[in-house]
């Protein structure tokens, strides 16, 4: 497996940024970046951002429906066909729970576990729309790593809530 560095992570971070920042801005959803990264060679398989894919969709969900194409599956179908462990950088933590009914990023990563072994995060979810997000304590529970990726979380906030009615 690739040795990452700090810096390694960071890059990635500020790659999952960009992506966050072709979201278009809007009251009602975080504008996040994702990629998915083979742990073996350290390639990027996958990116996305959010309502990059149609419908409500999020930037984890992205990068699932775009890597299912790639194998000519659904993302159901990725568990059976991805074999070599990869990590998730999300710049924010992936949602536990969606008001839309769609399925949260969090089960999405869970029903992919035998191959997403790591998972990176830019910033905590902030509690604005479903409150406390205990998605992190749910991947380490089924032995996922979660890491924080530091150093650009004002930047990510910034990018993520643009949109958003100011509280001020």
């Excluded at 149609?54 to 659904?74: M, P, V, Y």
């Excluded at 032995?143 to 949109?163: N, S």
Aim: a negative charge.
């Amino acid at each position: 497996m690739a040795s990452r560095t700090e810096q390694d992570h960071k890059t990635l971070m500020r790659r999952a940024l960009a992506l966050a920042e072709k979201s278009p801005p809007k009251p009602s959803n975080f504008r996040v970046g994702a990629l998915l990264v083979n742990l073996d060679d350290g390639r990027v398989v996958a990116e996305g951002y959010t309502l990059e894919c149609d419908g409500n969709t999020h930037a984890e969900e992205c990068c699932f429906i775009k890597l299912a194409e790639q194998h000519a599956t659904k993302e159901e179908g990725l568990v059976d066909i991805i074999k070599t462990p990869h990590a998730l950088y999300t710049t924010m933590e992936p949602c536990f729970k969606r008001l839309s009914g769609k399925l949260p990023c969090v089960e999405r990563v869970l029903r992919q576990k035998s191959w997403i072994r790591e998972v990176y995060l830019g910033v905590q979810e902030p509690e604005k729309f479903v409150g406390q997000n205990p998605g992190r304590g749910m991947l380490e529970s089924a032995g996922i790593k979660v890491a924080a990726v530091p150093g650009l979380e004002d930047e990510i906030l910034e990018v993520a809530t643009a949109g958003h009615a100011s509280d001020a």
